[in-house]
């Protein structure tokens, strides 16, 4: 096999397994308060409302629902209460582009 063929052989290789799959959007950090939160049909939900703050100016239109549906869940849902029952905001790592509910990956207290 001549060098051309399998530069080429590996060039459509490369290309047919970097466009597989599934595309996805980007997710970006929100600092958010909590309105509501808790548990549902197999996966937490939460009502959280945009408070963008100087070190995380994102905002997202109204409140809005989300869900968390990893193993990390109920975690979630623990950080969540503990933020709302100090006063505190949360941050999220959220796609907000998707259908509502959107998929929190990571929720964490933020400490301002």
């Known amino acids: 096999m001549n060098r051309k063929v399998l ?10 397994f970097g ?5 996805s959007a980007a997710a970006y950090w929100y600092a958010c308060t909590v309105q509501q ?9 939460f009502y959280l409302a945009s408070s963008p703050t100087s070190s995380i100016p994102r905002t997202f239109t109204g409140p809005k629902w989300f869900k968390a549906t990893t193993t990390d869940a109920n975690k979630m849902l623990a950080t969540a209460l503990t933020a ?14 998707t259908s509502e ?12």
């Open 84 to 97: 709302a029952s100090l006063g505190k905001k949360i941050e999220i790592n959220v796609d907000v582009s």
């Open 101 to 112: 509910p959107c998929e929190i990956k990571t929720l964490l207290i933020l400490n301002e």
């Open 7 to 16: 530069v080429a052989m590996i060039f459509t290789c490369a290309m047919l």
């Open 37 to 45: 939160a808790g548990p549902s049909n197999g996966y937490v939900l």
């Open 19 to 23: 466009f597989s799959g599934k595309a």
